[in-house]
């Protein structure tokens, strides 16, 4: 008789959040099914050497369809008005295989730096047509291999205004559209378009996830509205707000009022610091008032919450490389975090948006699929500080990818 080896696979000697001292990973069938300090059985062995394995890192807001434009979009951008109309202008010529390359390129980085779960919003309108969408569609099969990406398809230049938007985003959501999006802000009838939004996220049983409140004026907003309609058709826990600036220039009473509002409705707030940094006080001539919302404070109150990429390399933020721990440690340094509050900056880009994204089977836990990744440090609670390398990483067990240390040549050694 054969015996069959219990796991396929081992991973020895990880340092998971969760456990004081390292302890084996055992795999079979790319599911996870045995956690403990010492498996003792026969299997292909990966040597994790006691540095920290996390579940991969979970990037809610991305738009991969519009990444990669710095040497379309001149050198001038400026405020979020200036960076809607520049892509506007562009997207009139962008080709499935145009959009393809371009979002292939920031998903092999983001796949290097840890990411192994991601929604990109994909603009739909009667410019752009559903091309974009196809060329995620596209990436979405082609990449599976190394992360799950999600499509959130959504009309950027507004829905009620824009004659024809609708219609092409009900093709989009019967066609493989997850979530969909929203823009109040640029729409002439903002109420109108939210609710609207929640129809067709009703009508086609998705969740929503809508850019709202950019900007610094606290005395009119749409997160009312966006709460109202969430509470009204019973979509706590499927809505998302991305940038949500607003909620930083708050008085503490009001914000104290805005974040319960936001608790018990179960709305989540996405920080997307890279592009709220780079877009806002354009306009001003000195002192330039821009702000962030606190998403770990927010997180400490009970709203779920998660910092993300958004745009790389485009009018809207002209850096980046897709690495949400970077990410993540740029939004630690402007927003004020603490060392005490290292942990939840890491919970920011891991357990918090996989929860906004009602990701069932996310974690290293028996019986979750074997996805994670291992980062060159050997205590999670300053990753976020110290920006270690990511080493590897695995999906359902397979190895996605390996990162070489860098090699000192020592004179004399
Ligand atoms: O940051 C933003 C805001 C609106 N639309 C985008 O694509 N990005």
């Not at 009022?257 to 006080?281: C, K, S, W």
């Not at 993300?308 to 949400?324: K, Q, R, Y």
């Not at 906004?356 to 976020?384: C, E, H, W």
Request: with cysteine; glycine share 8%; net charge negative.
């Amino acid at each position: 008789m054969i015996t069959q080896p219990a796991f396929d696979l081992i991973f020895r000697n990880a340092l998971l959040r969760s456990s004081a001292a390292p302890v084996d990973i055992g795999v079979k069938g790319g599911r996870i099914a045995a956690i403990a300090p010492k498996l003792a059985c026969e299997a292909v062995e990966v040597d994790v050497g006691g540095h920290l394995a996390l579940p991969g890192f979970v990037d809610t807001h991305i738009h991969l369809d519009k990444a990669c434009l710095l040497d379309r979009c001149g050198h001038d951008h400026g405020s979020l008005g200036d960076a809607i109309r520049a892509v506007s202008a562009m997207k009139r010529d962008f080709t499935v295989e145009d959009v393809y390359a371009r979002g292939a390129k920031v998903l092999e980085r983001a796949i290097v730096h840890g990411t192994t779960h991601m929604r990109t919003h994909v603009e739909i309108d009667p410019r752009i047509g559903l091309r974009s969408f196809e060329a995620v569609k596209a990436l979405k099969r082609d990449y599976a291999w190394a992360l799950d990406l999600s499509l959130c398809v959504f009309p950027q230049e507004g829905l009620t205004n824009d004659p024809g938007a609708e219609e092409l985003l009900v093709r989009a959501l019967r066609d493989g559209g997850e979530t969909i999006g929203g823009c109040p802000y640029t729409d002439t009838d903002p109420t109108a378009h939210v609710a609207r939004i929640f129809d067709l996220a009703q009508e086609f049983d998705v969740d929503v996830d809508l850019h709202l409140d950019f900007d610094l004026d606290p005395s009119w907003w749409h997160l009312d509205e966006v709460c109202r309609q969430t509470e009204r058709r019973n979509y706590h826990g499927r809505v998302a707000i991305g940038h949500a600036t607003k909620l930083s220039a708050l008085p503490p009473e009001r914000m104290k009022a805005a974040t319960a509002q936001l608790a018990r409705a179960g709305v989540a707030v996405t920080v997307l610091p890279a592009t709220d940094l780079y877009l806002m006080g354009r306009e001003a001539t000195h002192n330039a008032p821009r702000g962030l919302t606190l998403a770990h404070k927010l997180a400490g109150d009970g709203v779920v919450c998660s910092v993300a990429t958004n745009n790389v390399l485009n009018p809207f933020t002209p850096f980046g490389d897709a690495s949400l721990l970077r990410m993540a440690n740029f939004y630690a340094n402007v927003a004020h975090a603490s060392v005490g509050d290292f942990d939840t900056c890491l919970d920011l880009v891991t357990e918090l948006p996989a929860r906004l994204m009602n990701l069932d089977d996310y974690g290293i836990k028996v019986g979750n699929p074997a996805d994670l990744i291992v980062l060159d440090t050997q205590d999670s609670r300053f990753a976020i500080a110290e920006l270690p390398d990511v080493m590897m990483g695995f999906k359902e067990g397979r190895q996605t990818f390996a990162r070489q240390r860098p090699t000192l040549f020592r004179p004399g050694a």
